[in-house]
């Protein structure tokens, strides 16, 4: 059980280190004013301090920062001046106590006269009585101060930083325009791809098969009264053409829209695909309510390019799915126990799951470290 004062207490270390670092990325920042004017040292400058701030607030990552110059310097200025001004805090706080407990043992070998610092400046230590009194006062008033104002400091901090450095309502609609464009047009080109793919397939495989079942047909019938035992092999030649048309003509249909989807509806295509994988998988799906068929569509490929990696790449043995909505957004997430280190720059699967959703107007996050787990986390729009 989450003991509520030890989550306090550990709020406190963490915001007591990522205020000292701050005050003392202010200190660099002063002195390399300079090269931190360059615009990559300011973009990697800056989201390195918003990935800090960032995981202080435990709060998803932004990745690179894409400000304009002056909001970066007024970032800058902003950060410079809060670092010293919390840092300050921190130090008077945190170093009283720790400079008055190591003063007041240690009363005695002091110099005769030797005053007391903090709150009981002026105070001479003339005994251990007053040595322990003051003492004990100014580290108890100075560790609360400590435990209560560094997380709330820290935190402030972290908010003002992420705020500055977060993109502009305008420069959010320009991004996602910008990336929708880059995805149509990547949507487009597969889709002249695809439709380039099915026609060669119709035309080389199945029309070929037709074809071929025409003659025979034709063939047949001229026959049919001068060689019935031609007859009878042509007919069969031609029955046994018909079922790999149908076989091929199936497969073809598949890569459009899995027929499964239109049959079963997606919890029933993703039990389907759990049941042929060739790992264990755990299936979790919440009430979906109506899915557009494209949306429906995007979700099933994603598993099952999801469950291919799987298998293929990350030697994982179980797979979770978990398929939810909330309001206008379906989430689909697939988890492996594998190994981890999956790269999207290497191979098309995927890139191939980005495209998909992005085209959409989606997201994508895949998180895989060294050695597992690897999770894909999809967010798609579906609302009517």
Known sequence: MNDPETSRLTAMWRGLGYLLASLSAAAVTLVALPVLLVPTMARTWASWHRGRAERLLRSPGSGL????TWRFLGWLCTYVVTSLAFGLVVVVCAGNAVATAVTVPLWWAL?????????A???????????????TLQIIIFAALTYWLVPLLARLHAR????????????????????????????????????RRIERDLHDGTQARLVAIAMR?????????????????LLREAHEGTEEAMTELRAVIRTIYPPILAD???AGALAALGTRSAIGTELDIGDLGTVPAAVEAVAYFTVAEALTNAVKHSRAARSTIRIARDGDRLSVEVTDDGIGGADETRGTGIAGIRHRVLALDGTVRLHSPAGGPT??????????
Request: proline residues 5%; aromatic residues 2%.
């Open 217 to 233: 047909l034709g063939a047949a019938r001229e026959s049919l009264e001068t060689d019935p035992e031609m007859v009878d092999r």
């Open 160 to 195: 003002i930083c992420v705020a500055l450095l977060s993109p502009s309502a305008a420069e959010r609609l320009a991004r996602r325009v910008e990336t929708l464009t880059e995805t149509r047009a990547d949507a487009m080109n597969a889709h002249g791809a695809e439709l």
């Open 111 to 119: 110099p005769a006269g030797t005053r007391a610092g903090g709150f």
């Open 65 to 68: 920062v894409r400000v304009g």
């Open 121 to 135: 400046a002026g105070v001479p230590l003339s005994g251990w009585s007053t040595a322990l009194t003051l003492g």
């Open 264 to 266: 079963r509806g997606l």
């Open 375 to 384: 999770t894909i986390a999809v967010s798609l729009p579906c609302g009517s």
